[in-house]
């Protein structure tokens, strides 16, 4: 590896002149920029995935380095004929040294260039500055003096880029048409763009270098290909234009400011249609309608035509160069852009990592490299051998751009993992036998018993487990009291085999906890313990000892800078949490140590293998690479060798112990059940009648990044914070098709409450509120009435069917007309059947009409209020959704609305679970 890096150094440009990228990003590269070659060659072209320890930000800083070198070859290869490439008349306006002039034409006798400016100066300049030319972008032509200034600036200032290819002009940065396209995925693109305008060159940032959003194009997905991909993109670039015009001059725009915007949009309408320059307009218009209250309605036009925009120059395709994409996923869900791609003969570059924490993702690479457009892609895996013989040193200094990569790959190389187990003992039977798939399924039906098993039994053994000095004996035994209780009082209709089996477990578990038994011993070496807090109805420990916080370098959480971890046991609620997999894989600590007691050994060890596979495949070279063919894992066999050298044991036995593949697809059922038991605290009545009256909702999941969730009921919208395709934060109303893993999703209380407090300036307002809520305070009135829901609904029927009225007594109506508080009002017949329950029949047409008419003034002021939260939070949030904390509460029309953030890590289809609404719409853990 050494050697190809050696040798690649002196093919390209590797470096950033006075700074340099880590030693794997620049041979990554190197990879990148040979294929690239040897497609030109064969014109044949299959996507590369390429896989490090921890990708962190190596798909951006790939991508510099690639443009860098496309940068270099259209400088050599510059037009000689610029005057002709452009199409120049005498009389054009162009733009040389960042002056506007008129050209005038080429002088055959002095072979110079001539040109005017406005203050009637004709000036002649050397036939090698035509290279400088570019399309006017003004249409004021500058005087002369203003030309000689700039020109002078524009030689004696050499650009970064000029220094980084050791050029002895400025290239002409217009004519520099290389262009590459980095798919971040979501949520990492405004990162991507911040790294960039930080990460200094020659005192420029490295975003001016690059050109970003010229040359180096970064979108969150694929959209940017959508209009070249998709075969109606002449037929929506037809539309939008066409419903543009025809909406914004169908309006006479009084305000001046709103005036402009519009003459600016349709000014870049024709020619600039497929540039951010419009895009960004063109959001800044709509944005400015919906803000008045006169525009609304066009603005919510325009906001909805915006999914029609064939997208930022879907024409790019005949100057990109290369494609990163730094999501594997991002390629299954995408291949019809990805056989596009190939087509045109364009090198693609899947960048992915080794972090694979969920089950469904253990056969992620399996998926990819068995589905029919990807079986043929070319492989490189970045494993601890070619690392090892790149000599990676640590570095301190941040000497390169990339440190952070850089010293994350050095710990990868150098990290050892090292599994103990302890002696087999007493504890282990019981904790089996407590902690079993066969224990968790008997719970079935079982509500309370399941509830006290989650918060209860389970973290009590856990303590147990971890602890190596023994908890207070007196609060263990009263916890597991409080078990045993529950589990006499709700253990009817338990099989009488597993009940009796659990029986015994809980008394021999009472006599180990008595007798002072301990799984495991004292540990003098403290340094790099994991602690947890574990709080069992309301009693706390901290293991596996107390501790004073301040002396402890993991505590509830991985510190990244730490030289070492060791784990007293699988950690409580890894499976939400993932400690191990912090550890291990995305901040890749040196030193990982288990202590593991035998019930857990052979589960965490076959599992941790598992993780540790996922992360590799057999490798397929391009011939470019055929010098490196001794690196290449080229079987299985390779990659259990990696597998087995990746974990040492220091017990005895253990090194000889197959993997048992039957226990560990039990436990991962087990997590899975364990799982679903989350939800157990939130489901509500099984009884299709819901008689109980909770209101149901059939939902679906959403996962955070700190492992909370969110019940989404089907067809509800969610508020989401999206990067858009110029690199803007923009808020979404999104329904669960619409969501994306990487959104971040935010939930704000503007209730009914929120309204009436946003209404208190205005007493004809509340009065509008009042005859709003009348319905209401019938229903819930009548309701008290019943203990029984579907009485009520009985009640209901008789006065629809006395009245004749035609309205609709259903018990999941009725359910929601009592619970849900964003629902302002029922259907005409539904209200003057509630009406009825109260009124008579000749109040009913007035009285219904009157309320409807109040719900029409207040969902005005409801999408009022609803509108300024969504601008105060895109106010705050700018270009980074950072710039709002995870809980937040923010001042909108002189009230508070609380609020919170978290970015979305999984979404989780659901057809089967239904959920009470007052536990929907909330961060739940």
Same mark, same amino acid.
């Given at each position: 590896?050494?050697?190809?890096?050696?040798?690649?150094?002196?093919?390209?440009?590797?470096?950033?002149?006075?700074?340099?990228?880590?030693?794997?990003?620049?041979?990554?590269?190197?990879?990148?920029?040979?294929?690239?070659?040897?497609?030109?060659?064969?014109?044949?072209?299959?996507?590369?995935?390429?896989?490090?320890?921890?990708?962190?930000?190596?798909?951006?800083?790939?991508?510099?380095?690639?443009?860098?070198?496309?940068?270099?070859?259209?400088?050599?290869?510059?037009?000689?004929?610029?005057?002709?490439?452009?199409?120049?008349?005498?009389?054009?306006?162009?733009?040389?040294?960042?002056?506007?002039?008129?050209?005038?034409?080429?002088?055959?006798?002095?072979?110079?260039?001539?040109?005017?400016?406005?203050?009637?100066?004709?000036?002649?300049?050397?036939?090698?500055?035509?290279?400088?030319?570019?399309?006017?972008?003004?249409?004021?032509?500058?005087?002369?003096?203003?030309?000689?200034? *700039?020109? #002078?600036? =524009?030689? %004696? !200032?050499?650009?970064? $880029?000029?220094?980084? /290819?050791?050029?002895?002009?400025?290239?002409?940065?217009?004519?520099?048409?290389?262009?590459?396209?980095?798919?971040?995925?979501?949520?990492?693109?405004?990162?991507?763009?911040?790294?960039?305008?930080?990460?200094?060159?020659?005192?420029?940032?490295?975003?001016?270098?690059?050109?970003?959003?010229?040359?180096?194009?970064?979108?969150?997905?694929?959209?940017?290909?959508?209009?070249?991909?998709?075969?109606?993109?002449?037929?929506?670039?037809?539309?939008?234009?066409?419903?543009?015009?025809?909406?914004?001059?169908?309006?006479?725009?009084?305000?001046?400011?709103?005036?402009?915007?519009?003459?600016?949009?349709?000014?870049?309408?024709?020619?600039?249609? *497929?540039? #951010?320059? =419009?895009? %960004? !307009?063109?959001?800044? $218009?709509?944005?400015? /309608?919906?803000?008045?209250?006169?525009?609304?309605?066009?603005?919510?036009?325009?906001?909805?035509?915006?999914?029609?925009?064939?997208?930022?120059?879907?024409?790019?395709?005949?100057?990109?160069?290369?494609?990163?994409?730094?999501?594997?996923?991002?390629?299954?869900?995408?291949?019809?852009?990805?056989?596009?791609?190939?087509?045109?003969?364009?090198?693609?570059?899947?960048?992915?990592?080794?972090?694979?924490?969920?089950?469904?993702?253990?056969?992620?690479?399996?998926?990819?490299?068995?589905?029919?457009?990807?079986?043929?892609?070319?492989?490189?895996?970045?494993?601890?051998?070619?690392?090892?013989?790149?000599?990676?040193?640590?570095?301190?200094?941040?000497?390169?751009?990339?440190?952070?990569?850089?010293?994350?790959?050095?710990?990868?190389?150098?990290?050892?993992?090292?599994?103990?187990?302890?002696?087999?003992?007493?504890?282990?039977?019981?904790?089996?036998?407590?902690?079993?798939?066969?224990?968790?399924?008997?719970?079935?039906?079982?509500?309370?018993?399941?509830?006290?098993?989650?918060?209860?039994?389970?973290?009590?053994?856990?303590?147990?487990?971890?602890?190596?000095?023994?908890?207070?004996?007196?609060?263990?035994?009263?916890?597991?009291?409080?078990?045993?209780?529950?589990?006499?009082?709700?253990?009817?209709?338990?099989?009488?085999?597993?009940?009796?089996?659990?029986?015994?477990?809980?008394?021999?578990?009472?006599?180990?906890?008595?007798?002072?038994?301990?799984?495991?011993?004292?540990?003098?070496?403290?340094?790099?313990?994991?602690?947890?807090?574990?709080?069992?109805?309301?009693?706390?420990?901290?293991?596996?000892?107390?501790?004073?916080?301040?002396?402890?370098?993991?505590?509830?959480?991985?510190?990244?800078?730490?030289?070492?971890?060791?784990?007293?046991?699988?950690?409580?609620?890894?499976?939400?949490?993932?400690?191990?997999?912090?550890?291990?894989?995305?901040?890749?600590?040196?030193?990982?140590?288990?202590?593991?007691?035998?019930?857990?050994?052979?589960?965490?060890?076959?599992?941790?293998?598992?993780?540790?596979?996922?992360?590799?495949?057999?490798?397929?070279?391009?011939?470019?690479?055929?010098?490196?063919?001794?690196?290449?894992?080229?079987?299985?066999?390779?990659?259990?060798?990696?597998?087995?050298?990746?974990?040492?044991?220091?017990?005895?036995?253990?090194?000889?112990?197959?993997?048992?593949?039957?226990?560990?697809?039990?436990?991962?059922?087990?997590?899975?059940?364990?799982?679903?038991?989350?939800?157990?605290?939130?489901?509500?009545?099984?009884?299709?009648?819901?008689?109980?009256?909770?209101?149901?909702?059939?939902?679906?999941?959403?996962?955070?990044?700190?492992?909370?969730?969110?019940?989404?009921?089907?067809?509800?919208?969610?508020?989401?914070?999206?990067?858009?395709?110029?690199?803007?934060?923009?808020?979404?109303?999104?329904?669960?098709?619409?969501?994306?893993?990487?959104?971040?999703?935010?939930?704000?209380?503007?209730?009914?409450?929120?309204?009436?407090?946003?209404?208190?300036?205005?007493?004809?307002?509340?009065?509008?509120?009042?005859?709003?809520?009348?319905?209401?305070?019938?229903?819930?009135?009548?309701?008290?009435?019943?203990?029984?829901?579907?009485?009520?609904?009985?009640?209901?029927?008789?006065?629809?069917?006395?009245?004749?009225?035609?309205?609709?007594?259903?018990?999941?109506?009725?359910?929601?007309?009592?619970?849900?508080?964003?629902?302002?009002?029922?259907?005409?017949?539904?209200?003057?059947?509630?009406?009825?329950?109260?009124?008579?029949?000749?109040?009913?047409?007035?009285?219904?009409?009157?309320?409807?008419?109040?719900?029409?003034?207040?969902?005005?002021?409801?999408?009022?209020?609803?509108?300024?939260?969504?601008?105060?939070?895109?106010?705050?949030?700018?270009?980074?959704?950072?710039?709002?904390?995870?809980?937040?509460?923010?001042?909108?029309?002189?009230?508070?609305?609380?609020?919170?953030?978290?970015?979305?890590?999984?979404?989780?289809?659901?057809?089967?679970?239904?959920?009470?609404?007052?536990?929907?719409?909330?961060?739940?853990?």
């Amino acid at each position: 590896m050494k050697e190809y890096l050696n040798n690649a150094k002196e093919r390209f440009y590797l470096n950033l002149g006075s700074r340099e990228f880590s030693p794997v990003i620049q041979a990554s590269t190197a990879i990148a920029l040979d294929y690239s070659e040897e497609i030109n060659r064969k014109e044949s072209s299959e996507p590369m995935v390429i896989t490090f320890p921890c990708k962190e930000s190596t798909a951006l800083w790939m991508s510099v380095q690639f443009l860098i070198n496309e940068f270099f070859y259209n400088y050599v290869h510059q037009s000689k004929n610029r005057i002709s490439e452009l199409d120049l008349k005498a009389g054009d306006k162009i733009d040389i040294f960042s002056t506007t002039a008129l050209f005038q034409r080429i002088d055959v006798g002095s072979n110079k260039l001539v040109m005017k400016f406005s203050d009637g100066v004709t000036a002649y300049t050397k036939m090698q500055n035509i290279q400088f030319i570019n399309p006017a972008r003004k249409k004021m032509v500058n005087k002369y003096v203003h030309y000689r200034k *700039k020109k #002078k600036q =524009f030689l %004696d !200032k050499r650009k970064a $880029l000029t220094q980084i /290819l050791s050029l002895d002009l400025n290239p002409n940065f217009g004519a520099l048409s290389a262009k590459v396209v980095l798919i971040s995925g979501r949520g990492k693109a405004g990162l991507f763009r911040r790294q960039l305008s930080d990460t200094l060159i020659y005192d420029e940032p490295l975003s001016e270098t690059v050109l970003l959003d010229k040359n180096l194009l970064i979108s969150p997905d694929f959209g940017c290909f959508d209009g070249s991909v998709d075969d109606d993109s002449n037929k929506n670039t037809e539309f939008f234009v066409k419903a543009v015009t025809q909406n914004l001059k169908s309006i006479e725009f009084e305000d001046s400011e709103i005036k402009t915007i519009v003459h600016d949009c349709l000014g870049l309408l024709e020619r600039f249609l *497929k540039t #951010k320059k =419009f895009v %960004d !307009k063109f959001q800044s $218009l709509y944005s400015a /309608l919906l803000k008045s209250s006169d525009y609304q309605n066009l603005g919510n036009k325009l906001q909805n035509l915006m999914k029609y925009h064939p997208g930022i120059e879907d024409d790019l395709i005949n100057d990109v160069s290369a494609v990163f994409v730094n999501d594997p996923q991002l390629m299954l869900e995408n291949p019809n852009t990805m056989k596009y791609l190939s087509r045109h003969h364009i090198p693609v570059f899947i960048i992915s990592d080794r972090v694979i924490s969920e089950w469904n993702e253990f056969d992620m690479y399996k998926t990819i490299f068995d589905h029919a457009s990807f079986k043929d892609a070319y492989r490189f895996n970045w494993d601890k051998n070619k690392l090892a013989d790149l000599e990676l040193q640590l570095d301190q200094e941040s000497h390169f751009i990339d440190n952070v990569n850089n010293n994350t790959f050095c710990r990868f190389v150098n990290q050892k993992i090292t599994v103990e187990e302890v002696n087999f003992n007493e504890f282990d039977h019981i904790f089996n036998a407590l902690e079993s798939k066969n224990f968790l399924s008997s719970l079935g039906e079982h509500k309370l018993l399941q509830k006290a098993y989650y918060q209860t039994l389970r973290p009590l053994l856990y303590v147990l487990k971890n602890a190596i000095v023994r908890p207070d004996t007196y609060k263990l035994i009263g916890l597991l009291d409080n078990f045993i209780e529950v589990y006499h009082t709700s253990s009817s209709g338990l099989d009488k085999e597993i009940k009796a089996s659990i029986y015994t477990s809980l008394a021999n578990l009472k006599s180990y906890i008595l007798l002072g038994g301990q799984p495991k011993r004292y540990i003098d070496d403290h340094n790099h313990l994991f602690y947890q807090d574990i709080s069992i109805n309301d009693v706390h420990f901290m293991l596996p000892i107390e501790a004073d916080q301040g002396t402890i370098t993991h505590h509830n959480d991985i510190d990244a800078t730490a030289k070492g971890i060791k784990f007293m046991g699988y950690p409580y609620r890894e499976y939400l949490f993932k400690y191990i997999d912090q550890s291990i894989f995305k901040k890749v600590i040196p030193n990982v140590n288990f202590v593991l007691n035998h019930c857990e050994s052979s589960i965490t060890t076959n599992t941790l293998k598992r993780k540790i596979g996922s992360g590799y495949y057999v490798e397929n070279f391009p011939a470019c690479l055929n010098e490196l063919e001794s690196y290449r894992i080229k079987n299985d066999d390779q990659i259990k060798s990696i597998i087995e050298s990746s974990i040492h044991f220091k017990s005895c036995g253990i090194d000889d112990r197959e993997d048992d593949k039957t226990m560990t697809t039990e436990y991962e059922e087990f997590e899975q059940m364990l799982h679903e038991l989350r939800y157990s605290g939130y489901r509500g009545s099984n009884d299709d009648r819901e008689a109980s009256g909770q209101y149901m909702l059939n939902c679906n999941v959403l996962h955070f990044e700190n492992g909370s969730y969110v019940f989404f009921p089907h067809n509800w919208r969610i508020l989401t914070l999206k990067e858009s395709i110029t690199g803007s934060i923009e808020t979404y109303s999104s329904k669960i098709e619409n969501v994306a893993v990487g959104d971040i999703a935010v939930i704000v209380n503007v209730s009914r409450r929120s309204i009436t407090k946003y209404l208190e300036g205005s007493r004809a307002m509340l009065t509008y509120m009042e005859t709003l809520e009348s319905w209401r305070e019938i229903l819930k009135k009548e309701r008290q009435k019943y203990e029984d829901v579907s009485e009520l609904v009985a009640r209901l029927e008789k006065v629809n069917q006395s009245l004749n009225i035609g309205g609709s007594p259903e018990n999941y109506n009725v359910l929601r007309w009592l619970h849900d508080e964003m629902m302002l009002a029922p259907t005409y017949e539904n209200l003057k059947m509630i009406l009825g329950l109260h009124y008579p029949k000749e109040e009913l047409l007035e009285r219904a009409k009157a309320i409807l008419g109040a719900k029409t003034v207040i969902l005005k002021a409801k999408n009022k209020l609803d509108r300024a939260v969504k601008d105060k939070l895109a106010e705050i949030i700018g270009t980074s959704h950072d710039a709002l904390d995870d809980t937040f509460t923010i001042e909108v029309q002189g009230i508070e609305v609380k609020g919170e953030k978290n970015e979305i890590v999984g979404i989780e289809k659901r057809s089967d679970l239904k959920i009470e609404y007052h536990s929907t719409m909330k961060f739940l853990k």
